[in-house]
Structure formats: structure tokens, C-alpha cells
């Protein structure tokens, strides 16, 4: 039975097999794109097990294809049991060892991105000076100390801890937050709306607010909207219950024993140890044409703590790359005067480097091995 | 006869080499010097080209063709060669001699619905079934197509029915044309050069007594009145002109070009007219009267004027025009064509005379090489136009792909000597070149890259590569084909090639292509991926092109791992080559008719149908490849033997 299993595994039949199911997978999956956006088909397609299939009348999910996880796991299985199946020391079969090895790197370095990888934004307008960049589609409960004159002390909480609910204690802060409803994706409205129900907020604070929970987003170009109820109590007995949501963007602002404080919820920030400063945002093109010729953000990069104070360009294909992370142009404001960055943190990002080169070799060592052997047959003949 | 044998691919390569030889001979000027005025630089779509690219590519949308024919000859008649208009004395004749203009058959509505709701079934020319009509006829429904047009635009381009495509396109037609005809001067002016100098006369007049009014005071209508009526039609080029031909008058400003209606307006605010602006004048005033020693005269006039500081715009203009002139391509494709059929007569008269076989498979040779000459000359030249690497849109694509296979094609016809790679070669590269071609119909093909795809590194690395993976995989995918048809419906096939049979040959040949490609392939992806990373911070998206090259990767692993298992024969092996055609059409074309993703550059439902018969016609391949091996010619000896 084992070594049935074995021979299954190592054999080269579900090579071809599998690789002919990620053609269709890969087909399809691309086609399936005009309807579905190209987010959620990645999502069903290519990130998953298993690929469902329903009737459009019907919420029924049927089973339908592996999914892009389960073919390339199976790939992965399959090449390591052929290759421990079919290895005999002292062969000579570097070509297709480097070859294999370069995709496993490949296929391994893609696993981690996806693990790994944090993609934020960086937003500026021409002038504007950051030191944090902005995630694009999770949102926190920002609680800012403002009284000191010159730093804020910040306490955030996730919406992953907010989801849990409860009672939320931190040193920094003089009140426990108690989360009475959290909804992970939302929508207010300002009058009474059937499917709505008033927000029981208790201050002066956004009063007369109707809210209902929605499911999750899975569109590419929507996300969720977090909103949450909470309360604030001190050991003298309770603050308030607020209103926290992301369609809120202006922070409340309040004094408690003697300190202020602004209250919001953002998008997740990610602190850094310098600042990024927007010279000008540039947004050629040609000339008697709409046709962009570049766009380029010209950055002062400042680091107290290094006293490093530099000026970089950064355009399209040319990136900087700076403490792991790497800053791209990702687009612009409407006035063009202002930029948004894209700032990738990806500990794996040199693995496909490595890999085409391997393969690469791979693959020449192993055709030119054969081009020798079979010009050498030539010749004899 | 041996004599003649030896001698015939000699001559076939002398013949086709005299063609082209003729091509590259400097033409006799006639009496206006078109050509030269053909050459001048404009600044059109972001780059500097010759008037005769203008004239060229406005052509090529509103009529589909390079050059206007004066009369119409049935097309089975190829070796007449009407009398016709080219397209700088097309162009000339539109800003300078409108009536004229008006009355050449020159605008393509071949869709019968359009036709008729438009009550033109009685008019216009017909030539191989299309209908061309002129201005003059279509003038009375101007209005109602710029009304239909207008709603045609107003829909996402996904829903639009082809009725409303038409008519999208006659408007876009007949608004160029409008456009193309105030290029220079406002149409109807008889004597451009007059319009200028009363504009630079009622200039100082005008604007005093504009200033006088802004002033609170009135003043003197008579001057006002006389200045804004030339100014109005002024306006009109500065509106409408569609080329950008007065160069910048401070020539450190090299993107600074302006239209004739601004350049002269500009004298508002600076006071005086450019100069490149009264050569125009004589040229267009010369023209317009018939005075060929004065056109003549101004255009030289003015190219010694561009000699001061527009040198390399000068160079630029005469080059492009040199290029659109010679249409290398165009010859490269009756060389790949007649390559072909020699090719493939090479192959079916085996059996039949070997000498003569082998004198055709010479000839198709030598004809490659030529073929391989006058396309690298094309593409190098359009490289140097270009100042890019040779792959820059999906028109570029086209030739290169047609490039790299004949590459291929030559190397394995110089290493087996049995036609088949001439044979490759040159239907690969009739069918890419054909293609270009009607690429080409959309207008300009060196359209300048935007910013993201403004980098010669990627270009010349990602692009070259996965371009050669393409043609490489058409490559075995065509000699799979071969393989087929002339294993199902000839005896060739079990003809001895050396110590093995012709068929194995070729079973050699595709395995051997199938691993270049491979390599291509895969390099290329994952420079692409790198690129992506390079440009947007993340290797893969998932996105349609980038899914189509992976598809190409995933097949050609297929096909080697396939064979390498044992789980397909030689037969096997070729229709797994030939859906690889299949794979590849969709990554070339397919992926961006699917009108998403960052790579899509249109949506082309002509194209769709073509791409559909093509992989319909491979499928049908494949059914044959599939065909029980008696129902072979060439294998039905061997059959019995349970092979």
C-alpha cells in the first residue's frame, strides 16, 4: 500500500497531470478575471485549496477544481519523491538538480512573500513630512496623548483585539476601554433607515447615528469599514460610550485627570526611524499629448539617529530601497500635487533573482548536454 | 537540366536581391518636390516624424491603405499597378487643394447597415467589396454620424455593437480628416501668405484699440473688426490643426513645437510671428496655385533654415521617411511567402526527382537568408528611429516573432537540409508580418512608451526574451503541423533522411525547439516577474499577460516531462507542439482582448474571430495527429507491424 503511495507520488504521470490541471487552473482563473476583478479571482483561484463552484441562484458551493495551493503543494510533493525515487549516486544530473532546485526556491520564496510580505501606503502632498506609512485596507482604535508639546505618546489597538471584545487595559492610559459591539465592516447613515439601528452612544459626541453590520469585502477595490462601540471607565465610574468608526475620520478629542487625549480610528500606521519629506511630485508628458512620460517623487530622507539627510529621486522602475523596505511609485493625486508611495516589506524579494538564475543554468547545462550528445551521434553517423 | 538546377536558386536569390535593390534606389523627383516636403519634421503623438508619416498613418485609419488609387483595378489583377496618389501628395493635396480632396475615394464604411441607414448604398467605390467614399458624398451626413458617433463613444467600450464601432470609426475618420485639412491654413484660403500678413498688419491696430476698450474707452471698431476677423480664422488652425510643424522658436526648448493657428497668434504676446511660419505660407500658397518652382523653392528655403538648429529633427524626418518609403516588410513577406512554396514543393517533389527537390530546397534556403537580411534591416532601422530595443508594442511583437523564427528556421535548415525549416520560416513569418500589418491599421506603431514601460533595460531583456519564447514555441508548433499533414496525406514522412526517416528528423527537430523554448520561456517570465517587482514591489499579480506566459511555461514542462515519462510517441509529441500554438495565440493575443490588467492594450474583437478560427484549425490538426497510424499514408506500411 505504501509503496503504491510511493509510486503515485514519484511518478512522472502526476507530473504531467498536475501540470495540465494548473493549465486549466491558470486559464481559467484568468478568464474568470473580466467577471470577478482580478482580487477575488486570486482569492478563488490561486490562493486556495479548493475551487468552488455554485449555481448564481443558489448559495450551494460545490467542489469543483483544486485550487492553486492544492496543485502546487502536489507539485512540490511529486518533485521531491521523484527526485528521491529516481537518484542514483554518481549520475550525472545536474541540470535537472538546479533546475528543480530553482523552482522549489521560486515556489518556497512565493510562500513566504505571502506570509511575509506587509504592503503599506505612503501618502504626501508637495511639502507634506511623514514618518510612518499607512496600511491600505486595516484599520485601528488610535488613542493619542496629546499633552506633552513636542511628542504624543500613542496607544493603538488592532481590530483583531476589538473583535474579541472586552475589557482593554494599557499603563499608558488612565481608563480601561470596554468594546460593547464591534462590526469588522459596516455602514452608517444619518437618518433612520429600515435594517439600521440607532447608535446608543451616551455623550453629546456623535449622536443620532444608525449603523448595521455588513459581511466581509472581498471586491479589490473596496474594504472593509470598521466601526465600534465603547465604553471608557475610570475607577471613578464610567467616561462615556462612543462611537469609534473608520467613516469618522476626525479624531475626538477629550481631557481626562488632567491630560488630553484624541480618540480615532485609522488606517494601521507603520512607524519608522526617519522621515520621508515630498520635495515635488513631477508628472510629465509628452509633448502635444495626454500620454504620461514619467512620474517621479523627489524625497529628503531624514534619520535623527544616524544623522543621515539625503534627497532621492524615486520614478517608475526605480524604486528606493531603504531599512527593508522598498518605496515605489504607486500613483498620484488628481492636482498632481501630491504622491502616494507604496512601501513593501519583503524579506524574500531577492529569492526569484536567484531562482531565474538556476533555472536558467539549469536549463542550459541540460539542453546543451543533450545538443553535444546528439551532435556527437550526428557525427559518428 | 542538372545545369539549370545548380543555377535556379542563383537566380530565384538574384531576382528577389534585384527587387529590393530597386526599392533602395533614390527616386526621380517630379515636378513639385513632394518627397522632400514629405520629409520635413512635425511633431505628432509625443515624437518627431516626417510629414509623410502624418499623411501615412491618417491614411491608414480613415482608408486602411498606405496610398490613395485613382482608379480601381480588380484585385485577381495584381500585376497592374493603377496610377495613385502617395501619401505626402495625398496630404498635400488635403491642406492645400481641399477640393480636390474632397472628391477622392478615401473614406472605408464596409459595414452594410451603416450603409444603407446612412443612404449610401448608391455611391461611393467598390473595390473587393469594400465601399470607400468621398468627402463630397458624405458631407450631407456629417451631422447625424458626429450625433451616432457621439452616443457610440458615450458607451464602455465592452458593450458597443459593431454597428456602433463603425460608425465610432467614420466619425473619428471624417473628424482627422477635418483636422488634417486646417493643418495648415484655414481651409478655403487661396493665399496663406496674405491671411498672415494682414493678421501681422492689423496686429498693433487691433490690440491698441482692445487695450483702449479694456481701458473703459472705446475704440476704434473698424481696426477690431479687422483684426478679429482674421484672428477668428487663426483660431480656427490653432483649434483644429492636428500636427504640432512650427518648431520652437528657442530651440533649447526642443518639446515646444506649436500648430501654425498658435505659432501666428503667439504674436499677440510676443509681437512677432515666427519665421518657420511664412515658408509654410509660400509652400501652401505655391501648392494651392500650381507654382511648382515656388513650392520647390520655399521648401528648399526652409530645410536651409532647419539646418541652423533642427538638424537631428531634419535627419530624424528624412530617415522615417526613407523607412516608410522602402516598406521592408512588406517585401519580406513575399520573400517569406515564396520561401514557403518553394519550401514545401522541395519537400513533396522528393519522391519524385531528387535533383529538382533539392533545387527548390536551395532555392527556399536562399531565399530565408535574403528574407533573414531584408527583415534584420527593417527592424534594426526601426530600432534606430525608435532609439528603443526591438519589441515596444504588440505591432513590434509581430515582427519580432517573425524575426526569431526565421533565426530558428535558418539554424535548422543549415544543421538538417531537408526544407522543412525554410519551409517554418517562411509561413511564421508571412503569417507574423501579415499580422503586423493589420496592427499596423490603428495608426502610428512608434507611439511613444508610457512612463512604466519607458525602460530599454526590461525592454531589451523581459520582452526579447519571452518574444523569442513565443516564436520559438510557434516554431515547434509549426513544424508539429508540418508533421502531421504530411505524415496523414503524403509518403514523406518514412523517406530516409540520413541513417533514420524524415519523420524522426522531425520528431528531433521539435523536441529540440520545444527545449529552447523552455528556456526562453521561462527566463522571460521571471525577468517579467522581476521587472514587476522592480516597478510595482511585487513579483506576481496574477495578471492576464503574466498568467499567459506562465501557461506557455507550463505546457513546454508538460511536453518534456510527458515525453520524458514515456506517456507520449513521436505522434504525441507533435499534438502536444501543436496545442502549444493554442497556449501561445492566447498569451499573445488572447490575454489582451480580455480588456483588464495592466498589460491589455485594447480590446480587438476582429481579432477574436481570428484567433478563434486559428485555434479551431489547430484543434482540427490535432484531431488528424490523432488519427489511427493506417490512417497515415506514411506510416501504413509500418502499421501492421503494431508500431
Given at each position: ?284 508628458r509628452y509633448p502635444g499629448t495626454e500620454i ?90 | ?33 513632394t518627397?522632400e516636403f514629405g520629409r520635413l519634421p512635425v511633431l505628432l503623438n509625443g515624437r518627431i516624424q516626417p510629414f509623410d508619416s502624418v499623411a501615412r498613418n491618417s491614411l491608414l485609419q480613415i482608408?486602411?491603405?498606405g ?20 501619401s505626402t501628395e495625398w496630404l498635400l493635396e488635403v491642406m492645400f487643394?481641399p477640393?480636390?480632396a ?70 473619428n475618420a471624417?473628424m482627422l480628416y477635418q483636422r488634417l485639412k486646417n493643418s495648415i491654413q484655414p481651409e478655403?484660403?487661396?493665399?496663406f ?41 487663426l483660431?480656427l488652425v490653432a483649434t483644429y490643426a492636428y500636427p504640432l510643424v512650427i518648431p520652437p522658436v528657442?530651440?533649447?526648448?526642443k518639446d515646444a513645437w506649436q500648430n501654425v493657428g498658435a505659432s501666428v497668434l503667439s ?7 515666427p519665421?518657420a511660419v511664412?515658408y509654410f505660407a509660400?509652400m501652401g500658397?505655391?501648392y ?11 521648401i528648399?528655403?526652409y530645410q536651409?533654415?532647419l539646418?541652423?538648429?533642427f538638424?537631428?529633427e531634419l535627419?530624424k524626418g528624412r530617415a522615417e521617411y526613407?523607412?516608410n ?60 528611429l ?57 495608426g502610428d506603431t512608434m507611439e511613444m ?195
Amino acid at each position: 500500500m505504501l509503496d503504491r503511495l510511493y509510486d503515485f507520488f514519484s511518478s512522472l504521470k502526476l507530473t504531467v497531470a498536475l501540470l495540465a490541471l494548473g493549465l486549466v487552473l491558470v486559464f481559467v482563473g484568468t478568464v474568470a478575471q473580466v467577471n470577478l476583478g482580478l482580487y477575488k479571482a486570486q482569492n478563488d483561484f490561486f490562493r486556495s485549496f479548493i475551487v468552488y463552484w455554485g449555481p448564481a441562484w443558489s448559495s450551494l458551493r460545490i467542489p469543483v477544481f483544486p485550487g492553486g495551493y492544492t496543485i502546487g503543494w502536489l507539485l512540490l510533493m511529486n518533485l521531491f519523491a521523484a527526485h528521491f525515487r529516481h537518484y542514483r549516486p554518481g549520475q550525472k544530473k545536474y541540470g535537472i538538480i538546479l533546475i528543480h532546485f530553482g523552482v522549489v526556491l521560486l515556489l518556497v520564496g512565493q510562500l513566504l512573500t505571502d506570509m511575509f510580505s506587509t504592503e503599506s501606503l505612503l501618502h504626501l502632498r508637495n511639502g507634506d513630512t511623514k514618518n510612518y506609512s499607512e496600511a491600505s485596507r486595516e484599520f485601528e482604535l488610535a488613542i493619542v496623548d496629546t499633552t506633552a508639546a513636542d511628542s504624543n505618546q500613542v496607544v493603538v489597538i488592532s481590530t483583531h483585539r476589538l473583535r474579541k471584545g472586552g475589557d482593554i487595559q494599557h499603563p499608558a492610559l488612565p481608563f480601561t476601554v470596554r468594546v460593547k459591539t464591534f462590526f469588522a465592516n459596516s455602514s452608517l447613515v444619518q437618518t433612520a433607515t429600515p435594517g439600521y439601528q440607532a447608535v446608543p452612544t451616551t455623550t453629546a459626541f456623535r449622536t443620532g447615528l444608525w449603523w448595521r453590520e455588513l459581511p466581509h469585502e472581498t471586491e479589490m477595490e473596496k474594504r472593509d469599514m470598521p466601526s465600534a462601540l465603547v465604553e471608557l471607565h475610570s475607577a471613578q465610574g464610567t467616561v462615556g460610550t462612543f462611537l469609534f468608526s473608520a467613516f469618522l475620520t476626525k479624531p475626538h478629542a477629550m481631557t481626562h485627570a488632567g491630560r488630553t487625549y484624541q480618540l480615532v480610528v485609522r488606517q494601521v500606521r507603520f512607524y519608522k526611524p526617519f522621515s520621508i519629506h515630498l520635495v515635488e511630485f513631477r508628472h510629465d508628458r509628452y509633448p502635444g499629448t495626454e500620454i504620461p512620460k514619467n512620474f517621479s517623487s523627489r524625497v529628503r530622507l531624514q534619520r535623527p539617529d544616524t544623522g543621515e539627510d539625503r534627497e532621492v529621486l524615486i520614478f517608475m522602475n526605480n524604486p528606493l530601497r531603504y531599512d527593508g523596505e522598498t518605496y515605489y511609485q504607486a500613483s498620484f493625486d488628481t492636482d498632481d500635487q501630491g504622491t502616494v508611495l507604496q512601501v513593501v516589506r519583503n524579506p524574500s524579494w531577492l529569492t526569484p533573482y536567484f531562482s531565474c538564475v538556476l533555472v536558467g543554468l539549469g536549463l542550459i547545462v541540460q539542453f546543451t548536454s543533450h545538443l553535444v550528445g546528439f551532435a556527437r551521434k550526428r557525427s559518428k553517423v | 537540366m542538372k545545369q539549370f538546377y545548380r543555377v535556379l536558386p542563383w537566380l530565384l536569390l538574384a531576382l528577389f536581391a534585384v527587387e529590393i535593390i530597386v526599392v533602395l534606389l533614390p527616386r526621380k523627383a517630379g515636378e513639385f518636390h513632394t518627397a522632400e516636403f514629405g520629409r520635413l519634421p512635425v511633431l505628432l503623438n509625443g515624437r518627431i516624424q516626417p510629414f509623410d508619416s502624418v499623411a501615412r498613418n491618417s491614411l491608414l485609419q480613415i482608408r486602411s491603405t498606405g496610398d490613395v488609387p485613382l482608379e480601381e483595378v480588380p484585385g485577381w489583377k495584381f500585376w497592374k499597378h493603377p496610377p495613385k496618389l502617395r501619401s505626402t501628395e495625398w496630404l498635400l493635396e488635403v491642406m492645400f487643394r481641399p477640393a480636390v480632396a474632397d472628391t477622392r475615394p478615401i473614406f472605408l464604411v464596409h459595414h452594410p447597415e451603416l450603409i444603407s441607414e446612412l443612404r449610401l448604398t448608391e455611391m461611393g467605390v467598390e473595390k473587393s467589396g469594400l465601399r470607400y467614399y468621398t468627402f463630397t458624398e458624405l458631407r450631407p451626413v456629417m451631422a447625424e454620424v458626429a450625433a451616432q458617433g457621439r452616443t457610440a463613444r458615450a458607451a464602455p467600450d465592452a458593450t458597443r455593437t459593431t454597428y456602433q464601432k463603425q460608425v465610432l470609426k467614420l466619425a473619428n475618420a471624417l473628424m482627422l480628416y477635418q483636422r488634417l485639412k486646417n493643418s495648415i491654413q484655414p481651409e478655403g484660403t487661396t493665399d496663406f501668405s496674405a491671411l498672415v500678413k494682414e493678421f501681422s498688419d492689423s496686429l498693433p491696430a487691433g490690440l491698441a484699440a482692445i487695450r483702449a476698450r479694456r481701458a473703459g474707452g472705446t475704440g476704434d471698431e473698424a481696426a477690431l473688426d479687422r483684426f478679429n476677423a482674421v484672428a477668428e480664422r487663426l483660431d480656427l488652425v490653432a483649434t483644429y490643426a492636428y500636427p504640432l510643424v512650427i518648431p520652437p522658436v528657442d530651440p533649447t526648448q526642443k518639446d515646444a513645437w506649436q500648430n501654425v493657428g498658435a505659432s501666428v497668434l503667439s504674436a499677440i504676446r510676443d509681437g512677432d510671428v515666427p519665421p518657420a511660419v511664412a515658408y509654410f505660407a509660400r509652400m501652401g500658397t505655391a501648392y494651392g496655385a500650381g507654382h511648382a518652382a515656388g513650392f520647390n523653392q520655399a521648401i528648399a528655403d526652409y530645410q536651409q533654415w532647419l539646418k541652423s538648429s533642427f538638424t537631428s529633427e531634419l535627419a530624424k524626418g528624412r530617415a522615417e521617411y526613407f523607412y516608410n518609403r522602402i516598406k521592408v516588410f512588406l517585401h519580406a513577406t513575399i520573400i517569406y511567402i515564396a520561401a514557403f512554396l518553394l519550401a514545401g514543393a522541395a519537400l513533396l517533389t522528393i519522391g519524385l526527382s531528387a535533383p529538382l527537390s533539392e533545387s527548390l530546397r536551395r532555392s527556399a534556403y536562399y531565399l530565408i537568408g535574403l528574407a533573414f537580411v531584408v527583415h534584420t534591416f527593417g527592424l534594426v532601422f526601426r530600432m534606430m528611429l525608435e532609439g528603443r530595443p526591438p519589441v515596444t508594442n504588440l505591432y513590434s511583437s509581430a515582427i519580432f516573432i517573425g524575426w526569431g523564427t526565421c533565426v530558428l528556421g535558418l539554424i535548422l535548415e543549415r544543421i538538417y537540409r531537408i526544407g522543412l525549416g525554410s519551409a517554418v520560416a517562411g509561413l511564421v513569418g508571412f503569417v507574423t508580418l501579415l499580422i503586423a500589418h493589420n496592427l499596423a491599421l490603428g495608426g502610428d506603431t512608434m507611439e511613444m512608451l508610457r512612463a512604466v514601460l519607458d525602460t530599454n533595460f526590461w525592454l531589451a531583456t523581459h520582452v526579447v526574451v519571452i518574444t523569442l519564447g513565443y516564436a520559438a514555441t510557434f516554431v515547434a508548433g509549426a513544424l508539429a503541423l508540418a508533421y502531421v499533414t504530411l505524415g496523414v496525406f503524403t509518403p514523406v514522412l518514412a523517406r530516409p533522411a540520413g541513417q533514420t526517416t524524415l519523420g524522426r528528423v522531425l520528431a528531433q527537430m521539435v523536441y529540440a525547439i520545444i527545449c529552447f523554448a523552455m528556456l526562453f520561456s521561462f527566463v522571460g517570465t521571471v525577468l517579467g516577474g522581476i521587472w514587476a517587482d522592480q516597478s510595482w514591489g511585487r513579483f506576481w499579480g496574477w495578471d492576464p499577460k503574466e498568467n499567459g506566459a506562465l501557461m506557455i511555461v507550463i505546457w513546454n514542462a508538460l511536453i518534456l516531462h510527458a515525453r520524458l515519462g514515456g506517456l507520449v510517441r513521436e505522434r504525441g509529441l507533435m499534438n502536444l507542439a501543436i496545442f502549444g500554438n493554442v497556449v501561445t495565440a492566447f498569451s499573445w493575443f488572447g490575454t489582451n482582448m480580455l480588456g483588464i490588467g495592466l498589460h491589455s492594450y485594447g480590446f480587438m474583437d476582429a481579432a477574436f474571430r481570428w484567433l478563434m478560427l486559428f485555434n479551431a484549425s489547430q484543434i482540427f490538426i490535432i484531431a488528424l495527429g490523432s488519427l489511427p497510424l493506417p490512417a497515415w499514408r506514411s506510416f501504413r506500411a509500418l502499421a501492421p507491424t503494431g508500431r
